[in-house]
């Protein structure tokens, strides 16, 4: 296969495969937006643009296609066109030709993948939580109770007359599918305000358009944190992905736990497959098969595939081994991976030892949430030792340099040193789904130049600030010597949460 090597800001090459598959041809500056409680999660915006201007305008025009169509198709929202549709039974029902095209995807999509796919399936969720809460698993009567209703037929389409007729009283929830249909539609607002390339990421899940070549980093489902390495690097133009999994949310009953995702023909959680990444012409199809994926047998998930030309796929199996077809591999380029840190040089420390390579420290934190779409604010997150001096800087999200100033604790410290751990992530992550404003950031021990620290005491710092507006501080003096320590914050106006977690790798 040939190949064709470009440069990206003239210091960073990445080989490219295969004809077509180009950088951003226009000389536009990429613009990022970040937002918080959109569609229950996150979402990034990137636009490629001649001015901030124009790729505000175009994060907008995001925004806005977002609240229009999650006025029809929220199903968590009693007022949207579909609750109310669903609140109807036995008679044909016009509807919008955006709930029309939905309820057709999914038929589309239930049909192709034998029932993997069925917006049903919330009956079934319903049950696992509930015995989640009495600490149970739940009964073969409730599970074959619930799949009876899920397999049931939930409403019937007349295209002609464009109606939607309710047949079924099964709960449903619109997720993979409909989420990637609003990402769709989103990232078509972006191009037609004019800028030149847009990336829509909603929850991990991107659509890439225009004259631009996204780098997308899947997330590791055996370490999700924001900071730590990706376990592979892809780069996509004019296409999207999806990734579904199991690792950020689901149930734990007598100390085990079970995936939100389930498979609405056995009633049984996905175990095998904890990640599914899928590359695909759009993100309709990105998104169902991601879905599909995690239940399916990876050998059905390959004849699913090669139907379909053009649709990669990354599977993690829950013993870490990775499925991929030949498709992906055309698509993924090497990942820059941090080293780890070696036992050997733990062993042969000088007198007082180095970090306990078995140990970790996650910073999990939730920001607040206010009604409606909310930018995300400027985060920072370091490590000093006791001399006040910034050995490593975990974290530090921002928009423009001229902000920096409002994360006063941080800014007040070695800046430069700060600077060269990076700002804001560069380029788009796929990652099963978050909640809305829930981030979780690790320090491995090591400083900014990448050696490991010696063992002892260090403050951990987490800020949080708004352009002109609040500041809030949380701050804790750790023992790096091997033993485990954990402090949770009470919530404030900006952070609802935060926990300083010191732990035993995979043992959180």
Not at 13 to 39: K, Q
Not at 116 to 144: D, F, G, K, M, Y
Not at 199 to 215: F, K, L, M, S, Y
Not at 395 to 423: I, V
Request: charged share 25%; with cysteine; glycine share 8%.
């Amino acid at each position: 296969m040939k190949r064709r090597t470009i440069i990206f800001g003239g210091a960073l090459a990445l080989t490219l495969p295969r004809g077509g598959r180009s950088a951003l041809t226009a000389p536009d500056t990429i613009h990022t937006f970040n937002y918080d409680n959109v569609l229950g999660t996150s979402l990034q915006v990137r636009v490629a643009a001649p001015s901030a201007g124009q790729a505000r305008t175009a994060a907008n025009a995001v925004l806005a296609e977002i609240s229009r169509q999650a006025k029809i198709l929220s199903t968590w929202d009693p007022r949207s066109e579909v609750s109310r549709w669903q609140r109807t039974n036995g008679e044909p029902v016009p509807v919008s030709p955006d709930l029309f095209r939905v309820l057709a995807l999914y038929d589309d999509w239930r049909a192709r993948t034998n029932g993997a796919v069925n917006p049903s399936a919330q009956s079934i969720i319903e049950v696992w939580q509930a015995a989640a809460r009495e600490n149970r698993l739940p009964s073969r009567e409730e599970l074959s109770s619930a799949v009876a209703g899920a397999r049931a037929p939930q409403w019937t389409l007349n295209r002609l007359t464009r109606t939607a007729t309710r047949t079924g009283d099964a709960p449903l929830v619109f997720a993979s599918v409909a989420k990637s249909y609003i990402i769709d539609r989103a990232a078509d607002a972006a191009m037609r305000t004019g800028v030149s390339g847009a990336v829509v990421n909603i929850g991990g899940d991107i659509a890439v358009r225009g004259e631009h070549t996204e780098p997308v980093d899947i997330a590791d489902p055996h370490s999700p944190e924001e900071n730590a390495d990706p376990i592979a690097r892809v780069l996509i133009r004019n296409r999207a992905i999806a990734t579904s999994g199991d690792y950020r949310r689901g149930v734990t009953i007598d100390g085990c736990h079970y995936s939100h995702i389930v498979d609405p023909r056995t009633g049984a959680p996905a175990q095998d497959v904890v990640s599914s990444s899928v590359i695909a012409s759009n993100p309709a199809d990105a998104g169902a098969l991601a879905t599909a994926f995690s239940v399916l047998k990876p050998s059905e998930s390959a004849k699913l595939a090669a139907s379909m030309p053009g649709v990669a796929y990354l599977l993690v199996k829950k013993d870490g081994e990775r499925v991929t077809n030949g498709e992906w591999r055309s698509w993924e380029v090497a990942a820059v991976t941090k080293p780890a840190v070696s036992r050997a040089a733990f062993a042969a420390a000088a007198p007082g030892g180095l970090w306990d390579p078995s140990m970790v420290l996650t910073i999990d934190f939730e920001i607040a949430q206010p009604r409606g779409f909310a930018k995300r604010p400027f985060v920072a997150a370091w490590v000093e030792d006791a001399d006040r001096f910034q050995v490593r800087t975990i974290a530090l999200w921002y928009q423009k340099d001229r902000y920096l100033t409002e994360m006063k604790s941080w800014y007040r410290s070695d800046r430069m040193r700060a600077m060269a751990e990076g700002k804001d992530i560069v380029h788009s992550v796929s990652s099963a789904t978050r909640g809305p404003g829930k981030y979780s950031l690790k320090w491995d021990g090591k400083d900014n130049a990448g050696k490991i620290v010696k063992a002892g005491k260090y403050t951990v710092y987490l800020e949080v600030a708004r352009e002109h507006g609040t500041h809030q501080l949380m701050k804790k003096e750790f023992d790096f010597n091997g033993t485990p320590d954990k402090e949770t914050f009470p919530g404030n106006i900006e952070v609802a949460s935060t926990t300083f977690d010191y732990h035993k790798l995979g043992g959180k």
